[in-house]
């Protein structure tokens, strides 16, 4: 069975400061990976993903995670947050050829000025 | 092009009563999916239609909930007789056949059980 821990429920920054928020995954065969995040009264968006091919991922907002196979971790980080990366962000993955994502715990960011 | 769809965005009921949540996927969204996310916890995977198929219902926690899709378009979810620990936000999902499973994701409706 599939499990994720995000390793931090709350992280506070300072605007322009780095962040990284950290996701670690258990699984017994090959995953995608994945990172949501959820704005205040709104859905889950997509923020990045990663099927295969470079381990460094790119996604919105200035976002990017890196995939550590030995490590089993898929960290995410952004260089200089703003006032509206405030939100609550979310690892998943899914096993190759399933559909279903297994979430972990989320971390809620939060930006002060 | 319209997002996912969810209603109501809040419900409140009493231990005992009915509720129906419904989904509509984006149009042309084959997959959808339901997840629940109870407070202070990670959301779980509930259930996943294909089409008008249950595809994986291994999340469905018991036999209180009754998902359909008839058509293979909205989705409605019951839960009858609620309990209290049904309490929290139920998720809805859809997307294309496809490998790369980007699911994209309802705004939820927040079930409060009193």
């Known amino acids: 069975a599939q499990s994720v821990t995000q390793l931090d429920s709350q992280v506070p920054v300072f605007e322009e400061a780095p962040v990284e928020l950290r996701c670690n995954y258990s699984s017994s065969v090959s995953v995608y990976l994945f990172w949501y995040v959820q704005y205040p009264n709104q859905g889950l968006q997509l923020l990045l993903k990663?099927?295969?091919?470079?381990?460094l991922v790119k996604g919105i907002n200035g976002f990017e995670a890196e995939f550590n196979k030995s490590q089993t971790s898929f960290h995410l980080r952004k260089p200089s947050v703003h006032i509206s990366d405030t939100a609550e962000y979310f690892c998943a993955v899914s096993e190759w050829g399933a559909q279903k994502l297994v979430f972990g715990q989320g971390t809620r960011l939060t930006i002060n000025p | 092009e319209a997002g996912v769809t969810q209603f109501p965005s809040h419900s409140v009921i009493e231990k005992g009563q009915t509720v129906t949540l419904r989904c509509d996927p984006i149009?042309?969204?084959?997959?959808l999916y339901w997840y629940r996310r109870v407070m202070g916890k990670e959301i779980k995977f509930l259930l996943h239609?294909?089409?008008?198929?249950?595809?994986?219902e291994s999340g469905m926690p018991n036999n209180r909930f009754l998902a359909e899709r008839t058509g293979g378009t909205y989705s409605t979810l019951k839960v009858q007789p609620a309990e209290l620990e049904d309490s929290g936000v139920y998720f809805c999902?859809?997307?294309?056949?496809?490998?790369?499973?980007?699911?994209?994701f309802g705004p939820g409706t927040r079930l409060t059980v009193l």
């Open positions: 149009s042309g969204h084959d997959n």
């Open positions: 999902a859809s997307s294309q056949l496809g490998f790369d499973n980007e699911q994209f």
């Open positions: 239609f294909v089409k008008e198929s249950k595809q994986d």
């Open positions: 990663y099927l295969s091919g470079s381990t």
